[in-house]
């Protein structure tokens, strides 16, 4: 399969993100993206998602009726310092770093979950559903429905670099998002964990 180098960098979790940079995903096929860490993941595929390069992360977003749904996907490469490193401590690193909603009111009737991923200790599955009072598209409706899956991954070979994917659903009540939400595993299965690319006989 055709590999191309990602824009992915490795950096601290506190570090700002570069220059955003967008484009079509016009690719003429599905292109496996790979970082010099050793993950690789395949974009959604189609020609209605636009991609961004913004330094830190690759996000997708998905052209979609506004008014009644939006659709975002990320893939965001990271270094962790987990002493002692384990899975209870990556899952407590996890929820401290995604659960945090504020305490302004905008988001209520939180629900989460941090799991580890069956049959693989290096990641965690993280799910988060809310209520979005604040969100700028609601309309009519008093809030929208935004659920965040993920999965975030400390390659197995290092527990230094990690892999944060995730794919976002906001919409109004009563829209049945069960196709994005298919769309959305189906690009958090697509993670893979290779050796870093300076270990491979004839990387480039």
Known sequence: MMTKVAL?????????????????????????VRSPSGFSFLPPPGKEWTEKFAGCQ????????????????????????????????????VSKTKDNWGTDGRFTNISTSFLPEAG???CVRYRMEVNDNGANNRGRHAFL???????FCTHPDNPGPAVDMAYSIRHV??????A???????????????????????AR
């Open 58 to 93: 690759i996000s997708y977003s998905k052209k979609t009726d506004p008014d009644k749904v939006s659709f975002f996907a990320i893939a965001n490469e990271c270094k962790v310092d987990l002493q002692p490193s384990g899975q209870e401590d990556l899952i407590a690193f």
């Open 120 to 122: 693989n200790a290096s």
């Open 145 to 151: 429905l935004l659920k965040v899956v993920g999965r």
């Open 180 to 202: 994005y939400v298919a769309e959305g595993e189906a690009f958090l299965d697509t993670l893979r964990f290779e050796k870093p690319i300076d270990e491979q006989s004839g």
């Open 173 to 178: 009540p009563g829209f049945d998002a069960s």
């Open 8 to 32: 992915l960098c490795l950096i601290a979790l506190a570090a700002g993100c570069g220059r955003a940079h967008t484009s079509e995903n016009n690719f003429p096929q599905q292109v496996r």
